[in-house]
């Protein structure tokens, strides 16, 4: 079954505004990955938090693991148009060996 | 430079024809992958490579096959292809087998079943 779900599956700001998705998981994992997919593109890695890890950065994303919850955000801050995309979070549990991709957020940023 | 390329960019066929796709990287990655993305952009993996181990998704049927002349190079076979066969398919490379080490992928196969 899907090890990861993202919410919301769709959001719409303004630019400047900041943007949050969340990502929530089922089974104990290794580590969380965050992708964004551009129409027609392929999966560009983001960031990768490990399961002992809290809180990371890089640049204007901020990426927190809480591990008793289950679950991880994604924060994008003063977003621009072209953050425009779909965001999936990915976790790799080390008993199925394969990295399980959520179904996604849409963010649309308006200019 | 493209890292993780993919051919054909669009794929057009008949149910029951037999294609291919083909991906090769230029990462010097020891993993490569393919993943299928359906229409509500849900990845699914299908096959996990290196030169020692292959590890199939056991819900993939077995019309499709993964080939790999070498480790830059992992190619898909499908076979008498199907309806619900329709979805964009992805390479994708890493450098070690997937323990924190992220995903390269290419820009997709979207291929189109008639």
């Known amino acids: 079954s899907q090890q990861g779900e993202e919410d919301p599956q769709a959001l719409s700001i303004q630019e400047g505004e900041n943007a949050t998705m969340n990502c929530s998981y089922k089974t104990s994992i290794n580590n969380l990955q965050w992708y964004r997919q551009n129409s027609g593109r392929g999966l560009v890695h983001l960031i990768l938090i490990r399961s002992n890890e809290r809180e990371k950065h890089s640049g204007r994303l901020r990426v927190t693991l809480d591990t008793s919850k289950k679950s991880s955000s994604l924060l994008i801050t003063a977003s621009r148009a072209a953050d425009t995309a779909s965001y999936f979070c990915a976790t790799f549990w080390g008993s199925a060996r394969q990295l399980t991709f959520g179904s996604g957020t849409q963010l649309t940023v308006l200019p | 430079d493209t890292a993780v390329s993919q051919t054909p960019k669009y794929l057009v066929t008949q149910m029951g024809n037999d294609k291919s796709i083909k991906c090769e990287q230029n990462l010097g990655h020891d993993t490569m992958y393919w993943y299928k993305q359906d229409s509500k952009k849900f990845l699914k993996i299908m096959f996990s490579?290196?030169?020692?181990?292959?590890?199939i998704n056991e819900t993939v049927p077995n019309r499709f096959s993964p080939k790999s002349p070498d480790k830059a190079h992992l190619n898909l076979h499908i076979n008498s292809l199907e309806l619900g066969d329709s979805a964009v398919y992805f390479c994708a490379s890493s450098h070690e087998y997937l323990y924190n080490s992220p995903l390269h992928f290419g820009n997709g196969t979207r291929l189109t079943v008639t």
């Open positions: 490579y290196n030169n020692k181990e292959l590890i």
